[in-house]
């Protein structure tokens, strides 16, 4: 085959913040890796989250996602310090807290109940009334039936934690290559030995799939019934010199986040009918405006920034796939983690480089296994 041959120990196939965190945190370990994106870095749902490390608000029952996100979380503030260190990129750690308002009856008694039981688990969340919140936040919030206040629950700006991340990986060593489309598996005896790509072939001891939405694709060329699939999710940022509120505002189907650059973060839908169109569509942002203003009415007299648009990456059971393949040398997996990629980054990185290092890893990854899913 023409083109150039590139030889590592470890191909990361993604460049999106699951795919950077792994690159880094081997790097760390003194790793050789490439990593590998078909477009750029952090381009697709990456650059449409929200930011937020939602450990507590994103978890509606106690479990293994409830424990996973919990242990990521904690784990920020000494990789904000690493990264900032190392590449002087600011992930823009903001950590007033989140407050998950209630809309109706049934959410206040759902929302009680995880107070209840996340508080049992040793976590912190306090509960307001209405009044409690309008003593804290004026007339901001638009009257509701309560809200969790979850004040360990942070958020971050996106692009400047995959900057942070992939800057850092760059400095240990990492050889990034963009705009680099993976065309199929490099197989000897039934191991995976590397890629094709549009501009050759990289060899590679093992392989990490780490492509998102697009993860379950790939899986299929070598039989893997891998059932990771896109979930649209729209957006958009508002401008604003001081945003109206501190805190995180979450409630069903919208969230609003202030950001430290100034901008606010309104979000996000979930379509999963939309297959791998990207396109922002008017009747998506027009009830996601709708729904903000409603929930902070300041909102309505904001400039209007950037719509975004993503596909994160769904799971049939909703836990990310992280680990090896069975039955298939040298592949492994860290996908599926619809809205929690950025709250799981850094964990997925820490166990994924402590698995392809032989260590012992610091979280259980049987829930998380990929045997879950079936070889055809």
């Known amino acids: 085959?023409?083109?150039?041959?590139?030889?590592?120990?470890?191909?990361?196939?993604?460049?999106?913040?699951?795919?950077?965190?792994?690159?880094?945190?081997?790097?760390?370990?003194?790793?050789?890796?490439?990593?590998?994106?078909?477009?750029?870095?952090?381009?697709?749902?990456?650059?449409?989250?929200?930011?937020?490390?939602?450990?507590?608000?994103?978890?509606?029952?106690?479990?293994?996602?409830?424990?996973?996100?919990?242990?990521?979380?904690?784990?920020?503030?000494?990789?904000?310090?690493?990264?900032?260190?190392?590449?002087?990129?600011?992930?823009?750690?903001?950590?007033?807290?989140?407050?998950?308002?209630?809309?109706?009856?049934?959410?206040?008694?759902?929302?009680?109940?995880?107070?209840?039981?996340?508080?049992?688990?040793?976590?912190?969340?306090?509960?307001?009334?209405?009044?409690?919140?309008?003593?804290?936040?004026?007339?901001?919030?638009?009257?509701?039936?309560?809200?969790?206040?979850?004040?360990?629950?942070?958020?971050?700006?996106?692009?400047?934690?995959?900057?942070?991340?992939?800057?850092?990986?760059?400095?240990?060593?990492?050889?990034?290559?963009?705009?680099?489309?993976?065309?199929?598996?490099l197989q000897e005896n039934g191991a995976v030995t590397g890629v094709k790509t549009v501009d050759g072939v990289i060899r590679a001891e093992r392989v990490i799939v780490a492509a998102g939405a697009w993860s379950g694709l790939l899986a299929r060329q070598l039989g893997l019934e891998l059932p990771v699939f896109p979930v649209k999710g729209q957006s958009f940022l508002l401008d604003s010199y001081a945003p109206p509120t501190p805190f995180t505002i979450y409630t069903h189907g919208c969230y609003i986040l202030p950001k430290k650059n100034g901008q606010v973060y309104v979000g996000a839908t979930e379509e999963q009918q939309a297959g791998f169109d990207r396109r922002p569509n008017l009747r998506s942002l027009a009830s996601l405006s709708s729904q903000a203003v409603g929930l902070l009415p300041s909102l309505g007299d904001l400039p209007f920034s950037t719509p975004l648009a993503g596909l994160r990456p769904g799971s049939l059971d909703g836990l990310p796939y992280l680990g090896h393949v069975p039955g298939i040398e040298g592949l492994y997996i860290a996908s599926g983690h619809f809205r929690n990629g950025v709250l799981l980054s850094a964990i997925t990185g820490h166990v994924m480089a402590e698995l392809l290092t032989g260590k012992p890893t610091s979280v259980d990854l049987e829930p998380f296994a990929v045997g879950r899913a079936q070889v055809v």
């Not at 790097?27 to 050789?32: I, L, S």
């Not at 106690?62 to 424990?67: S, V």
């Not at 904000?80 to 950590?95: F, K, Q, V």
Request: aromatic letters at 6%.
């Open 1 to 185: 085959m023409m083109g150039t041959t590139h030889e590592t120990d470890t191909l990361i196939v993604g460049g999106g913040v699951i795919g950077c965190a792994i690159a880094y945190e081997l790097a760390k370990a003194g790793v050789d890796v490439i990593l590998l994106e078909k477009e750029t870095l952090g381009s697709q749902s990456t650059r449409a989250g929200a930011g937020m490390l939602g450990a507590q608000v994103e978890m509606t029952e106690p479990g293994p996602m409830y424990e996973l996100g919990v242990k990521s979380r904690a784990l920020f503030p000494k990789l904000r310090e690493e990264l900032l260190e190392i590449s002087g990129i600011d992930m823009e750690l903001h950590t007033p807290g989140i407050f998950r308002v209630a809309v109706d009856e049934q959410d206040r008694t759902a929302l009680l109940e995880r107070q209840r039981w996340q508080t049992a688990s040793g976590q912190r969340a306090v509960w307001f009334e209405d009044e409690d919140l309008r003593s804290e936040m004026g007339d901001l919030v638009a009257p509701r039936f309560g809200a969790l206040y979850l004040p360990d629950d942070h958020q971050v700006r996106n692009p400047q934690l995959l900057l942070a991340m992939a800057a850092s990986a760059k400095r240990l060593g990492v050889r990034m290559f963009e705009h680099t489309p993976m065309i199929g598996f």
